[in-house]
């Protein structure tokens, strides 16, 4: 079996290095810029962070003394099991469930997307962050990591808002892979977005829990193509789980009046920017001959963000072959990757953005490898709220910054790859 799939992964390799040879990483689909097109040329000054706004958050309370000796919480945060395979998630820790955000998502009938677990009931807890009134007296929640959840709702304690009456968009949080909502990288992402008036809402995928693979070298390519449909599965139960976050957070008395339904985006990074762009309607690679299927359509979801996202590996595109699955998918996507990334080349970014069928932009950070880039905060945060702000919020100023804006003063070296394509402004 292994010679067989090592086969079919080398087969995999040599034919894809060879359509990239002959079409240059693209894809149908749109091409960069062409040779006569004029190319942004504005450095663009970064923006303030945290934004003018106090963070809050919601009900996260946990019992540590839980956690078995020599174990860690962000094992379970992440729905890793235990070092005997005990089964792991962060509902095991909650010391408040009926306060605590959750869904409950039943896997589709569809056994091409999610194999084993067709029909099965799981569930998604679910973390949110948002604007909060200045004098906002909560405490905050200290969490082991040393991080602390910025003055956190306890018991039924409702969200306070700075203006109770106003609507405010939305963002759905997708992390990336074996992440969670209240890591230390992923708490700060969903605090600076809330700081600049985004509601912030995150289902903790507890990956693990579904397949624990990686691919760092032939031998876990190997296990990765052996155990397909369980890798396929996650992947679709994530989009899934994204959307009905969004539908508990559009239903809920606690939150519901308080939200702009025509203005919700999307904020993912690594296997989070492919998360979103599932829920966009993209199809999904689903078998070794590289077919596709879609898995969602969320119209909801009005644009997105993906900061190194994931858009498969060599061997193994994620939107099917040549990255087919992205065609027609309209959607409004932003980009940002790492020149150094080796999880989630750029060349694959790059084949799928010029596939798309709607407004799309790629950033690169030179030298970022798969990871968050302290050197690039500034960088990443003001093109990411820059987009969020023109396609989300519909903000004409944003959407002329994007039309002329090529780079951000200081920080890592960002370069603009594919321009923005978006409706000009006059």
Known sequence: MKAMLQGVLLLALSGFALALAGCGGGGGGGGGTAPDQSLPSTVVDPL??????????????????????????????????????????????????????????????????????????????????????????????????????????????????PNPAARYPMIAFAHGYRGSPISTDYLAAMSVFASHGYIVVAPFYGDPRFTDLTVDNLDDALALLANLSDFTALQALRALSTSAGIDLMLSDPQWRDHIDATQIGGFGASMGGETLLLLGGAGLTTSLNLAQTQVTDDTRLKAAVGYVPFFGELFLPAFGSDQSGLDGVTMPYFA???????????????????????????VSLAGVTHGFDVASTNDIYTWALTFLDAEVRGNPAARQQLSTMASVAGGGVDRMVIPYNGPAVH
Do not use: K
């Open 336 to 362: 940002i990757s790492g020149t150094a990334d080796t999880l989630a080349p750029i060349v694959m970014t790059e084949q799928g953005i010029n596939r798309l069928a709607g407004t799309r932009e790629l």
């Open 48 to 161: 303030a962070l945290p934004g003018p706004y106090a963070v809050a958050c919601s009900n996260i309370a946990q019992d540590f003394s839980r956690v078995a000796p020599g174990e860690d919480a962000q094992g379970y945060w992440e729905g890793s099991p235990s070092a005997g395979d005990t089964p792991r998630y962060v509902t095991d820790l909650l010391a408040d469930p009926a306060h605590t955000l959750s869904v409950m998502v039943t896997a589709p009938n569809d056994a091409n997307l999610y194999g084993s677990f067709v029909g099965q009931q799981l569930e998604f807890v679910l973390f949110a962050c948002y604007p909060t009134a200045p004098d906002n007296p909560r405490a905050d929640y200290p969490l082991p990591t040393g991080d602390v959840v910025p003055h956190m709702q306890v018991g039924a304690d409702l969200p306070l808002f």
